[in-house]
C-alpha cells in the first residue's frame, strides 16, 4: 500500500487573507494605514467593508505594542461606513482594562465627526479633537 501524496502545498490561502493583503498594499487602495512609533494610528482615505479589516488589524497591531492606549488620528477620512466604525468599536471593547479606553480619538475629519455625532459614539473614545 502507497502512502497518498502531501497536496498541503498545492492549497492556496483562504481569499480573506489574500484580499485583505492586497487591499492593504495595492497603491490603488482607497485607505492607507500607518502606525508611528509613538502608537499613533492615522488612517487617509475612505473606510469600507473592504479596507475596515485592515484598520482593525492595524488598530490591533498598534494596541498590542501600546497596551497603555493609542491615538486614532482620523483627519484625512473621507469616508466611514458602518463596518469601519464597528471597527474603532470592536478595538476599544476588546482593549478595555481597569475602566479606561485605551483607543482615544485624535483629530478627525468632518465625516468622521459627523458619523461620530450622529451615531453617539463620540464619548465613548477619550480625547476628541476636530480636524480639517
Do not use: K, N, W
Amino acid at each position: 500500500m502507497r502512502p497518498l501524496p502531501d497536496r498541503s502545498i498545492d492549497l492556496p490561502a483562504p481569499a480573506v487573507d489574500i484580499a485583505l493583503q492586497s487591499s492593504a498594499q495595492d497603491p490603488g487602495s482607497p485607505l492607507t494605514v500607518e502606525v508611528a512609533p509613538d502608537g499613533t494610528v492615522v488612517a487617509d482615505g475612505e473606510i469600507d467593508i473592504d479596507s475596515a479589516p485592515y484598520l482593525h488589524e492595524a488598530l490591533e497591531a498598534a494596541l498590542r505594542v501600546h497596551p497603555e492606549g493609542v491615538t486614532l488620528d482620523l483627519s484625512a477620512v473621507t469616508f466611514c461606513d458602518c463596518t469601519g466604525l464597528g471597527a474603532f468599536l470592536d478595538a476599544r471593547r476588546r482593549h478595555l482594562a481597569g475602566g479606561s479606553c485605551p483607543l482615544r480619538l485624535g483629530p478627525v475629519s468632518p465625516p468622521m465627526a459627523r458619523l461620530l455625532r450622529l451615531t453617539d459614539t463620540e464619548a465613548l473614545f477619550a480625547g476628541h479633537a476636530t480636524g480639517r
